[in-house]
């Protein structure tokens, strides 16, 4: 191999590519697209989103103290995409993608009926990095829709069909077939003798 040096960038390829949705002041959902975000901890579960506060999000989400993580499948990538280009500030982005929004069960904050999945997180703590704040939410409920589900009640990746973004060419992109059993195929580097 031959490594060249990009430079720092934010290019930890892929990201998600979630819909972080919220309620505004006057309690009107909103969904913006979030790329910059991942689980960051297990007891409690919980998950970090960067937000710019320039973002009509962020400040919403500072005041209801919840979002949700709203995880798209594949057939909502334009609709993701465009939570991501437009404001919520000038337009109710939800209504105009054809999509509804519902109230969570768990925390102040909606989410969107039409995907598969979302998590209700709780804000629970903030950092300012420089371009963006990260927001801790502590995931109080994970809702998934039955037919993703297996006989143990385990997310299927090939039914969620989530979407994952490659910040070096700003693309999207679906996930592959599954490689191996984590936890599990390494054994057989671990247990061989010397
Ligand atoms: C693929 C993609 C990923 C994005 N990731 C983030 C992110 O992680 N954090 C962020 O603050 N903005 C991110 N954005 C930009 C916001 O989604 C965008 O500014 C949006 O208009 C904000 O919506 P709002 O003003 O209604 O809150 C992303 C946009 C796209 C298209």
């Known amino acids: 191999m031959a490594f060249k040096s990009l430079g720092p960038a934010p290019a930890a390829s892929p990201t998600p590519a979630w819909v972080v949705v919220s309620y ?3 309690g009107r959902a909103n969904a913006m697209t979030a790329a910059w975000g991942g689980i ?3 007891n409690p579960p919980s998950v970090a989103v960067a937000v710019q506060p320039i973002r009509y999000s962020y ?3 500072i005041e209801r103290r ?3 993580v709203c995880i798209p499948s ?4 334009k609709e993701t995409d465009y939570f991501g280009l437009a ?3 000038d337009e109710d982005k939800i209504a ?15 989410y969107i009926k039409e995907f598969p999945m979302y998590l209700e997180c709780k804000l629970t703590d903030r950092m300012n990095l420089g371009s963006h704040f990260v927001l801790i939410g502590q995931i109080v409920d994970v809702k998934a829709d039955e037919e993703i589900l297996d006989h143990k009640d385990s997310i299927e990746i090939q039914k969620l069909k989530p979407i994952v973004y490659s910040p070096t060419d700003r693309s999207y992109y679906g996930v592959g077939d599954e490689i191996g059993k984590a ?6 580097i671990k247990d061989e003798k010397e």
Do not use: M, Q, Y
Request: charge should be positive; charged fraction near 30%.
């Open 24 to 26: 505004d002041k006057t």
């Open 40 to 42: 960051v901890n297990s």
């Open 59 to 61: 400040e919403n989400i």
């Open 66 to 68: 919840a979002f949700t």
């Open 74 to 77: 594949e057939k909502f990538a």
């Open 87 to 89: 404001s919520g500030k």
């Open 96 to 110: 105009k993608a054809g999509l509804t929004a519902g109230r969570a069960e768990k925390v102040n904050a909606p």
């Open 183 to 188: 936890f599990s195929i390494g054994k057989e």
